[in-house]
């Protein structure tokens, strides 16, 4: 029983770990407007976590810059298992009007799974809501599939 | 004992919250908020304005060689899209729309992508009448030379008419042999000599886009 009620509770707290590789900021801005009091995103159990070890879902934004991408990589190893990595913004998926750049090592899926894109430049904050409530559904498949 | 605050903080226990309840209430966007992009196909003539403008690099075309014609499929990755609305802007047959569609969510990396094809017919080679016309058209500065003179009277009454093919004409009377529409075309099929005065276009090639008809400063271009 108690197992059950830890499952389903789980479900309804996903935290967020938030990266930003290389942004120029408009996403990370959208992102905090969904944490705080006008969008409110906590009301739906999200959480800012501080560090990695304690996320569940990682946001990332930005084109994935030459200097960030060891930082990115090894902050999305330190997240355990089962994790959901959601990328917002165009940036991360293609590197957008960066793209070919010297310093892009983009997109990200090159490098992990990649399991949400939020599309927009940047993305309305309901449609930030929209991708993480996608994203905590995703996790609590990867959960039951792990048991 | 005052409690200014009692009064104020017993009200807002009982008032709603100041927060927008997104999921359980949809909320639309501004009226022109730029979203997922709509392409209507059969607007469209592949004259390439918007891939030219597109800073993102979003849109892409393949062509494939069928019977009827060239069947071009043009897609629009938002994936890659600033949303700028550059594309909508050029277009001159608004074949491209901004929506305010924001829920652009995607698992797959297809599910981002909007596309639509078309089958552009070869333009319609006429056997007799483009012959004629060809050499019509380096004649009319001729004529206008010859006479010398009466010049004045002579420029009205070879006023060109526009064609029925949506292709551009070129007022002799009125060029300046800028070169301004030969490099506006997205097509590349004007070629202007400066030198030579002359001005020549390649039928196969121009889309009637209207590109150098709106570009020329001196109005010289009928459409």
Known sequence: MFKKLIEEST???????????????????????????????????????????????VVVTGPITAQSLPRVLRSIEQVPEPRCIVTMGSCPQSGNVFRGSYSICGPLSKYVHVDVDVA???????????????????????RRAMK | MDFPFVKEAISQLFSKPSCAMYPAVESIAAPRYRGRIAFDPTKCINCLMCERVCCGGAITHTVEKTEEGD????????????????????CNHGAIQLTQ????????????????????KPPVKKAVPPKPAAPAAPAAPVGADAPGGPKETAAPAEAPKPRDDG??????????????????????????????????????VCVGCGTCAAACPKNAIIM
Request: proline content about 5%; some cysteine; hydrophobic content about 35%.
């Open chain 1, 120 to 142: 927009g430049c940047t993305p309305k904050p309901e449609a930030v809501i929209d991708g993480l409530a996608l994203a905590t559904q995703i996790l609590q498949e990867k």
């Open chain 1, 11 to 57: 479900g309804k707290s996903p935290w967020l770990f938030h990266i930003n590789a290389g942004s120029c900021n408009g996403c990370d801005i959208e992102l905090v407007s969904v944490l705080t009091p006008r969008y409110d995103a906590e009301r739906l159990g999200f959480k800012l976590a501080g560090s990695p070890r304690h996320a569940d879902i």
């Open chain 2, 71 to 90: 069947k071009i499929t043009r897609s629009f990755n938002l994936g890659c899209c600033t949303f700028c609305a550059h594309c909508m802007d050029f």
């Open chain 2, 101 to 120: 569609d924001y829920h652009m969510i995607a698992t797959k990396e297809e599910d981002l992508i909007v596309s639509g094809t078309f089958i552009k």
């Open chain 2, 167 to 204: 292709k551009p004409v070129q007022d002799p009377a009125k060029c300046v042999y800028c070169t301004i529409c030969a490099r506006k075309c997205p097509a590349g099929a004007l070629t202007v000599d400066r030198a030579a005065k002359t001005w020549t276009l390649d039928e196969d």
